[in-house]
T-cell receptor
Framework: QKEVEQDPGPLSVPEGAIVSLNCTYS??????FMWYRQYSRKGPELLMY????GNKEDGRFTAQVDKSSKYISLFIRDSQPSDSATYLC???????????FGKGTKLSVKP | GAGVSQTPSNKVTEKGKYVELRCDPI?????LYWYRQSLGQGPEFLIY????????DSGLPNDRFFAVRPEGSVSTLKIQRTERGDSAVYLC??????????????FGEGSRLTVL
């Protein structure tokens, strides 16, 4: 079993839909949880990070962490075609910069 | 430029050859990271520099891979005796000190290496 599991999709939704992306993990030492967005042939860019359990909201994006279930989610409200990208979850157990990434979920938002 | 710069953007080489990939981080960022991303996978950690020293090289797959950052700015990833399995996108990222804990890394666009 990999440390971080993420459904690769692809996921296709109509414009305006609510998108739910998620990851599961096995290492209870993870404390920092991140979501990155990666456009085709570009480097990943950080969307949000959360420390420990709880919710965090930033505009149309909401990140949730449930440490008891080892499950994290990213919700995108009112999805736009410009949200079409691969979304990567990542986690850190306390080592500076040694992030463990999921495989990424490829999202397509159709106009 | 304002972002992390990586050169070359594309490199095609033959099996057994030596390759160097260069990373120019964001000015003022003391921490620098190398990751490798294979097709259909997430990035995989290779090495982390704080200043000139490698603080964590636990991700380097074997002794064919080596990285340096002699003046605490530009870094070079060196791969000896390349193998077809080394084909991937090599991503460089930088951050302010200690911001790597919460993932505040700024990635470059990567160097796409193809080993024939």
């Amino acid at each position: 079993q990999k440390e971080v599991e993420q459904d690769p999709g692809p996921l296709s939704v109509p414009e305006g839909a609510i998108v739910s992306l998620n990851c599961t993990y096995s290492n209870s030492a993870f404390q920092y949880f991140m979501w990155y967005r990666q456009y085709s042939r570009k480097g990943p860019e950080l969307l949000m990070y959360t420390y420990s359990s709880g919710n965090k909201e930033d505009g149309r994006f909401t990140a949730q962490v449930d440490k008891s279930s080892k499950y994290i989610s990213l919700f995108i409200r009112d999805s736009q075609p410009s949200d079409s990208a691969t979304y990567l979850c990542a986690m850190n157990g306390g080592s500076q910069g040694n992030l463990i990434f999921g495989k990424g979920t490829k999202l397509s938002v159709k106009p | 430029g304002a972002g992390v710069s990586q050169t070359p953007s594309n490199k095609v080489t033959e099996k057994g050859k030596y390759v160097e990939l260069r990373c120019d981080p964001i000015s003022g960022h003391t921490a620098l990271y190398w990751y490798r991303q294979s097709l259909g996978q997430g990035p995989e950690f290779l090495i982390y520099f704080q200043g000139t020293g490698a603080a964590d090289d636990s991700g380097l797959p074997n002794d064919r891979f080596f990285a340096v950052r002699p003046e605490g700015s530009v870094s070079t990833l060196k791969i000896q005796r390349t193998e077809r399995g080394d084909s991937a996108v090599y991503l460089c990222a930088s951050s302010h000190m200690n911001r790597g804990l919460n993932g505040e890394l700024f990635f470059g666009e990567g160097s796409r290496l193809t080993v024939l």
